[in-house]
């Protein structure tokens, strides 16, 4: 059955509609909240996380990925990318994510490595990447994600 | 078994790592702009039975709906940080003035390096306390402040505001002033000009309309309206400059002195026949400015007679710092040599003819003869 080119676009983009519309087997939400540095009736400073309603540059920001599998069956292969945005600065250090390794790119998605392990050219000297360099980061996680578990990801940043 | 729906060759897998977007522009040095919304989403990628999945984008309140724009971004907006510097330019320590001087100017040098655009308020004051170590002794009138919006040094038709200084704006204010005749050499007049920043609450942009003083509400924190934070000196939102008139003048005391030059029977009274001599001193010595076109006026006593031709040999009627130069005292200055005795015993010295300029730091003395008559 000879199928015309129109009709084979319009089917391929019904499927791809239906592909579009479906249920995944993961929950991911991105919240984000200030750090609040507080002084304790014992004289400790407390650090809790507050609703980010009022921030101005200089001030930063923290960002919780949570991802459940709320399917029933396990996920594989789970990987949780982030862009960061222009506005703001990634603290080094401050990428944290139970049982996943953390890359990150500096060349807006496209190759991710370990922190230590980028390099960018500056003026045609290559040296070792910093935290303004970073478009992306990533949490690639070791072991599947079992039914019902839970993950999460989470970094801060400064608001240019 | 589940069948899932791969996506077809023709089509590359779709790797959506929805783009932070950016709304509003990047502010240099100075921050985010206020009113910008920064977005993040994270997209997370995974298979299912080595089968590899739709990706699932992030959702503030969470998303399960695999494929590109289900999910939406976690969003902030940037506040307004209030930041700027006042300082006071005149350019020396001080700012001269004359008495009776008008428009004298005190200029300022207000920058803008909050991540917004604002206005600012402006007022000045004078204040008792001393500037650049200079007391407060005397006050100047008719303040009148003017802002250089349109770049550059501010005129008497100017606003008396800031409007709409952008990011790292530099704006010129002069605080023009008045001089009372009375005020004194050496007196200090100190003033105080205060800057409050000022926008409007949706940081909507009101050129020529000065905007609300801004306030720091605080504990009211709305996600979704540009609140304020003050990140200026005193974290206050206002600043404040000072500056110091100096009244820079000529200091002239004047003193007349009367002597008996020669009197009948050898006497030294003032007594019929007696020649008395006027000795009048204009003293500019303690003067931080000459003093122009001095005019010294006596009103000769109708019981005494002016000599006349008693200095110069007998050229002259009036001798001026001993002997330095003459002049006649004649009536209307019709030899303009700078002095006239009118029929009332007006007595001028100085006029239009003889400008007499007492430098600072110097005194002048002219001195004159009369006779007290015999009846």
């Known amino acids: ?160 | 078994m589940k069948t899932v729906k791969r996506s077809l060759g023709l089509i590359t897998r779709l790797s959506i790592l929805a783009s932070a977007l950016l709304l509003g522009q990047q502010a240099l040095a100075l921050g985010t702009d206020a009113g910008t919304t920064v977005s993040n989403t994270a997209t997370v990628a995974y298979d299912v039975a080595s089968v590899i999945q739709t990706p699932i984008e992030s959702d503030p309140a969470g998303n399960n709906v695999a494929g590109p724009g289900n999910g939406n971004p976690t969003e902030f907006l940037v506040d307004r940080r209030v930041s700027f510097t006042l300082i006071e330019t005149s350019g020396g320590p001080t700012t001269p003035v004359a008495p009776g001087d008008i428009s004298v100017v005190a200029s300022f040098t207000l920058t803008n390096t909050s991540n917004a655009i604002m206005d600012f308020s402006l007022s000045v004051a004078d204040i008792a306390t001393d500037v650049f170590g200079n007391g407060d002794t005397t006050n100047l009138v008719n303040y009148r402040i003017r802002a250089g919006n349109s770049g550059g040094a501010p005129v008497l038709g100017d606003d008396d505001f800031v409007d709409e200084l952008a990011e790292e704006g530099v704006v010129e204010i002069y605080v023009f002033a008045d001089a009372p005749i009375t005020v004194q050499n050496g007196e200090y007049a100190n003033i105080r000009l205060t800057a409050t920043a000022a926008d409007d609450v949706g940081a909507v942009a009101t050129p020529g309309v000065l905007d609300a003083d801004l306030s720091e509400v605080g504990g009211l924190d709305d996600p979704n309206v540009i609140e304020t934070v003050f990140g200026d000196a005193g974290n206050d939102g206002f600043e404040e400059a000072d500056a110091s008139y100096e009244i820079i003048s000529a200091a002239l005391e004047i003193t007349k002195i009367a002597t008996v030059i020669s009197a009948p029977f050898g006497s030294d009274k003032a007594i019929p026949g007696a020649i008395i001599e006027y000795t009048i001193t204009v003293d500019n010595t303690t003067g931080s400015s000459d003093a122009t076109n001095v005019a010294i006026t006596d009103l000769i006593d109708s019981n005494v007679t002016f000599q006349t031709g008693v200095y110069n040999g007998s050229a002259s009627d009036i001798s001026f710092d001993a002997g330095a130069s003459f002049c006649i005292a004649d009536v209307g200055d019709t030899d303009t040599d700078g002095c006239s005795l009118d029929g009332a015993g007006n007595l001028v010295v100085g006029n239009v003819n003889l400008s007499i300029t007492v430098a600072s730091g110097t005194s002048l003395t002219i001195q004159f003869q009369v006779l007290i008559p015999n009846l």
């Open chain 1, 1 to 160: 059955m000879k199928y015309s080119i129109s009709s084979i676009l319009m089917m391929l983009a019904l499927s791809l509609q239906a592909v579009a519309q479906e249920q995944g087997h993961l929950n991911v939400t991105t919240t984000v909240q200030k750090q609040e540095v507080t002084v304790n009736d014992s004289g400790e400073a407390e650090t809790r996380l507050v609703a980010a309603d009022t921030v101005v540059p200089g001030e930063s920001v923290v960002y919780t990925i949570t991802f459940q599998n709320i399917s029933d069956e396990p996920a594989a292969n789970v990987v949780i990318t982030n862009p960061i945005s222009e506005d703001l600065t990634y603290v080094d250090g401050s990428a944290f994510g139970p049982g996943t390794v953390i890359q990150f790119s500096t060349d807006g998605g496209q190759n991710f490595a370990a922190a230590d392990e980028l390099t960018v050219v500056d003026d045609g000297v290559s040296r070792s990447a910093g935290a303004d360099d970073f478009t992306h980061i990533r949490w690639v996680m070791q072991n599947e994600l079992a039914v019902g578990a839970q993950g999460t990801a989470r970094f801060t940043a400064v608001l240019k």
